[in-house]
């Protein structure tokens, strides 16, 4: 299994990282993608990526951290982007929930961040959080706008016609723990029965977001093995099966040799 987007390098992991990783492999986890969210924590993702041959990371700027950056913010993002281990750009996007940052700046940065990618030829990691309107745009265009550009629009919790239109772009899912919820969840069962297998990458957002019956606890890599026994149900495939395909989207996406 390949959990896309785990927060490997916050805190929360500090005390017991390398177990946390070691009950993932354990689980049959062989691969890791670590986001970026600001620039302070680039080297210690370098580091934790460097020790461990199967975890691997993104360059980027969350939105929620995009407010008094250096002058020089995007040649560190460039020159992070630069190392082997790095295979995308995130994550990246729009956040108006937690209003951390002026709208237009979170735009700015997000629309540079775009660019950057395209220089790059690297695929990005979309975050997105009650701001649909202004990043849809933004995002199609530049989807549409060169061959073989690739995303995945991390935590989707949009709707089952807003995933259909992303997936007509070519635009991966990313489905986690929340997808797992017993109640008021009709809106994502939707979406896991309308969006295809081929397009779903599976992801935790450790140590947010724990799937059901860990809700409420930190999150971690293993978890996602239930995000996939469910997501296996509503596709009506084996786990293996399911395991077999959300792998191998997520190595042809970040262009990483199994």
Known sequence: MFDTHCHLDLPDFDEDREAVIRRAEEAHFSHFMIPG????????????????????????????????????????????????KCKAIGEIGVDYYREYCPHDIQLDVFAKQLDLASDLDLPVIIHCRTAYEDLWPMLSTWVKGGHGRKAVLHAFDEDAEKARLAVELGIKI????????????????????????????????????????????????????????????IKGISIEEADARTTGNALDFFNIKA
Not at 54 to 64: C, D, R, V
Not at 66 to 73: H, T
């Open 37 to 84: 969210i600001e620039l302070k924590w680039m080297g210690k993702i370098i580091g934790i990526c460097e020790a461990h041959p199967n975890i691997y990371f993104a360059s980027g700027i969350h939105p929620n951290n995009a407010s008094d950056l250096v002058p020089d913010w995007a040649d560190h993002v460039r020159e992070n982007a630069a190392h082997p």
């Open 174 to 233: 990313g489905m986690g723990g929340p997808y797992t919820y017993k109640k008021k969840n009709e809106r994502r069962i939707e979406i896991m029965q309308t969006v295809d297998i081929e397009s779903i990458l599976l992801e935790t957002d450790c140590p947010y977001l724990s799937p059901i019956p860990h809700r409420g606890e930190r999150n971690e890599p293993a978890y996602a093995a239930l995000t996939l026994a469910k997501i296996a149900e």
